[in-house]
């Protein structure tokens, strides 16, 4: 196990200095752009597959490495550069972690490049849980696999919501109930490989903010895929499902535990990304305090603007310090009893949301304009407090686990 650090080595400034270079070269100076186009930013993401970081090789390699800051440490260079196109380049990663998490090699080795494509024809992937029922309460999903046993073929009905990359993706990944009854231990997963008809991309969303990030509906409508898609295989499923029924009056509790754990591993990674956005924010805000003269000096001269960056500074480093922890944790097997990955997305988010406001405020009507940066950031740190898990819910699941009770 590595010893928990808040010194990145030397190989590690490297790759951020690398991604800080792109992010602020190609990411930048390209995220107004973007953002009012509202459209996915191809050109960026085939340059980031040119260097090599839109790629899953990158992000397998930052995954593993022991001390657990790698992933942090690329997610908050590049949403430094710009959320909604940083969203865009590692998006197709959502989906491509469903596949990891759930198939066999054969389908991680088959589906996961077809999930990027190549730097002269890239492509992305969308992960496709959320529905217009089923939000935070994702157990009440209502999309339905029935398995056509003749043909070895599964059979999709349902709408999904919220699908960053929904429709344009080459590969969907969709979360499905199997078995209803069982709730979230009755759904599975399934490949939608490209051009498989039924499929078809509902309302696009127009969005406050990351309107780089395509999001939209997806709507399947008797969709039928190959007994081969259904991720782990028809076995696994069969065998998981056995368990669930008998377990569903005495040992719900271990199944319900083994999703939460992935949960707090994949949530410091939105905490980071909202540091990256929160960092970006302060910086042009310090700059502008430093620069900007009324009544004869900078503002930054005056106390009430000074602490403001005193705070916003401190905050910042307070929640990557507990972004860094739990991505450590995670790696390292570490049991999350306070629940420490929930903790760092929710004090990382709530102060992305915080800090760019405060940035607008120093920044007086140019924070206002889209002339400056801070105002497209705060519409972008919006989104941390509300995907992958809201603050309420957040906040549920760290009382919870602290109290050991149902807490409602
Ligand atoms: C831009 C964007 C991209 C997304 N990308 C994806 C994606 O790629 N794939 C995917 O599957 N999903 C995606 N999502 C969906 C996202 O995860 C959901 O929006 C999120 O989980 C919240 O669900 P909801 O929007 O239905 O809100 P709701 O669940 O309806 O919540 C509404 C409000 O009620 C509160 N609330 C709900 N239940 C409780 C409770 N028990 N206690 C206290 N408060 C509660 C919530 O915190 C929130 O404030 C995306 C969403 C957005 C906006």
Redesign the pocket.
Same mark, same amino acid.
């Given at each position: 196990m590595a010893e928990f650090t808040m010194e990145l080595n030397d190989e590690q400034k490297e790759v951020r200095d690398w991604l800080h270079g792109f992010a602020a070269d190609v990411i930048r100076p390209a995220a107004a752009e973007w953002d009012e186009r509202e459209e996915t930013p191809w050109p960026v993401i085939q340059e980031a597959a040119k260097v090599g970081i839109y790629s899953l090789d990158f992000y397998a390699q930052q995954y593993f490495d022991p001390t657990g800051l790698g992933i942090p440490m690329a997610m908050e260079e590049l949403f430094w550069g710009d959320a909604g196109i940083a969203l865009s380049i590692v *998006?197709t990663g #959502?989906a491509a972690v469903g596949v990891l998490a759930n198939g066999t090699e054969e389908q991680i080795g088959t589906w996961i490049p077809q999930m990027y494509g190549d730097a002269n024809d890239v492509k992305v992937a969308?992960?496709?849980?959320?529905e217009p029922d089923a *939000? /935070?309460?994702?157990a009440s999903l209502r999309t339905r696999a029935v398995y056509d046993e003749a043909k070895d073929e599964w059979v999709l009905n349902g709408t @999904?919501t919220?699908? %960053?990359? *929904?429709g344009i993706a080459n590969v969907h990944v969709v979360v499905a109930a199997v078995d209803p009854e069982l709730g979230s231990k009755g759904h599975a997963s399934f490949i939608v490989p490209p051009g498989t008809p039924g499929l078809a991309q509902g309302q696009k $969303?127009k @969005?406050h903010g990351?309107r780089a /990030?395509h %999001?939209a509906e997806v709507v399947l409508d008797n969709v039928r895929v190959p007994g081969a898609c259904l991720l782990g295989g028809k076995e696994k499923l069969d065998e998981r499902l056995a368990r669930a029924r008998e377990r569903a009056k005495t040992g719900g509790e271990r199944v319900k535990n083994a999703a939460m754990a992935t949960f707090e591993a994949s949530r410091p990674a939105v905490g980071a990304m909202a540091v990256g956005t929160a960092r970006a924010a302060y910086e042009v805000a310090l700059d502008y305090a430093k620069t900007r003269e009324q009544f004869g000096r900078p503002i930054i001269d005056n106390q009430g603007v000074a602490f403001q960056l005193a705070d916003m500074r401190t905050q910042i480093d307070a929640a990557r310090l507990l972004v860094w922890r739990a991505s450590w944790m995670a790696v390292n097997g570490k049991p999350f009893t306070a629940a420490e990955g929930s903790m760092s997305k929710l004090y990382a988010s709530e102060t992305a949301k915080k800090v760019t406001a405060q940035a607008i405020q120093i920044l007086g009507g140019n924070g206002y304009t889209r002339e400056y940066p801070v105002e497209r950031m705060h519409r972008d740190a919006a &989104?941390y407090t &509300? $995907?992958? *898990? %809201? /603050?309420? &819910?957040q906040r #549920?699941v760290i009382a919870r686990t602290l109290s050991g009770m149902p807490i409602?």
């Open positions: *998006g #959502l969308a992960f496709c849980s959320s *939000g /935070s309460d994702v @999904k919220w699908a %960053t990359n *929904g $969303f @969005k990351i /990030s %999001t &989104i &509300i $995907f992958e *898990g %809201t /603050s309420e &819910i #549920l409602r």
